[in-house]
Structures are given as C-alpha cells and as structure tokens.
Antibody
C-alpha cells in the first residue's frame, strides 16, 4: 500500500524559507504516469494546489505561487521536496503531499501544520 | 487563476439526494474531462470520491456520482447517510496546473 509522509519544521519565521520533504513508501517515485504534488490548506479554509513534479524533474506550479515555489525530486531516496520562499502569515497551513494521476490526487499524506510566526 | 465556484453549504435529510455544483471556465472544467471530487472530514486528509468526471475509486459507494455539462461539474450523493456529512471539494485540470473549488459543507439534517 502506497504511503506518503511529510516532514519538516512546524514553525518558520516570516521572510524565511519553508522547506518540507515527502517520503514515499510502498511504491517507486520513478513510476510512470504519476505526478507528485503539494497541496495546502490554511486553518479553516479550502484546499490550494501548490505544484507537482514528475520523476524526470519536470515541474508545474500554481501561477499565484510560482515566483516563490520550488519542487524537487530525489529518486535515490524516493522523496520529493517543497521550498517556499519569503513566507508570511498567509502561508500558515496544513501542507499535504499527494500522488496524482490525470490531475487526481488518489493518495495523500496525513498532512503537516506549518506555522509562520516570529 | 480563480478557484472553481461551489456553494458554501448544502443540506439534506437521511435518505434524500443532494447535488453540489462546481462552476469553472472553458480553460478548466470546460476544456478537460479531468474533474475530481474530494470528501474531507474534520482533521483528516481529503479522500477522492470521483475522478475523471464520473469514475468512482474502488471502495467508494455507488451512491456517489459525478457529471459535467459545459463549464459546470456536479457531484450527486443519493441515499444520504450521517457519515456523508463533511466538506466536499471539486478539482479540475487547467492546462499546466490544477485548480480546486472553494469547498462545500454538507450537513445531514
């Protein structure tokens, strides 16, 4: 059974960089047809797609976040990562990593809360 | 890009049917048959209920169905049950990115 697990700091200071890693188990991140994505959800609010990556390194980003986001993949570790620069309080959210197929997230991590505060 | 438009809330009694609409544009819902619907209970990760407009993943009851007409997609839940009370989000491929709806709170009366 495929499992995804987010990890990273739960607290980030304003203007700094948020960094999260998603570790994939029970399957290979190099499988074809799948994209690996990040989705976030501010407290009490809706879901926002951040971006996705293919195992080859091809990326797609939300246009509203594109200038601050980098998603990368490490196939040797079966992991992919998110970096979000210049964070503000508005970036406080639960961050989920997912596996997508035809833009559908069939598998989700449990989510990790990242709070932006000094 | 703008989020897809969903009603903030819908409600229904047990056994009834409810439909949640999701309106997009001819750049997302209208252009692709890659619409999905997610159910989210409080404190839990979302779960896909419908994908590719009208397909149900294994294990999802056939009470859940999806459709699309033009720029609007719909999720219908028939034979409402108490455990269906949750937030529901639509989602669509939009070319080089993915866009979610704002979410709909379903209350089972």
């Amino acid at each position: 059974q495929l499992q995804l697990q987010e990890s990273g700091p739960g607290l980030v200071k304003p203007s700094e960089t948020l960094s999260l890693t998603c570790t994939v188990s029970g399957g290979s991140i190099s499988s074809s047809n799948y994209y690996w994505a990040w989705v976030r959800q501010p407290p009490g609010k809706g879901l926002e797609w951040i971006g996705s990556i293919y195992f080859s390194g091809k990326t797609f980003y939300n246009p509203s976040l594109k200038s601050r986001v980098t998603i990368s993949v490490d196939t040797s570790k079966n992991q992919f990562s998110l970096r979000l620069n210049s964070v503000t309080a508005a970036d406080t959210a639960v961050y989920y990593c997912t596996r997508e197929e035809t833009s559908t997230a069939h598998y989700w991590g449990q989510g990790t809360l990242v709070t932006v505060s000094s | 890009q703008s989020a897809l438009t969903q009603p903030r809330s819908v409600s229904g009694s047990p056994g009834q049917s409810v439909t949640i609409s999701c309106t997009g544009t001819n750049s997302d819902i209208g252009a692709y048959n890659y619409v999905s619907w997610y159910q989210q209970h409080p404190g839990k990760a979302p779960k896909v209920m419908i994908y590719d407009v009208n397909k149900r993943p294994s294990g999802v009851p056939d009470r859940f169905s999806g459709s699309k007409s033009g720029n609007t997609a719909s999720l219908t839940i028939s034979g409402l049950q108490a455990e269906d009370e949750a937030d529901y989000y639509c989602c669509s491929h939009a070319g080089s990115f993915v866009v979610f709806g704002g979410g709909t709170r379903l209350t089972v009366l």
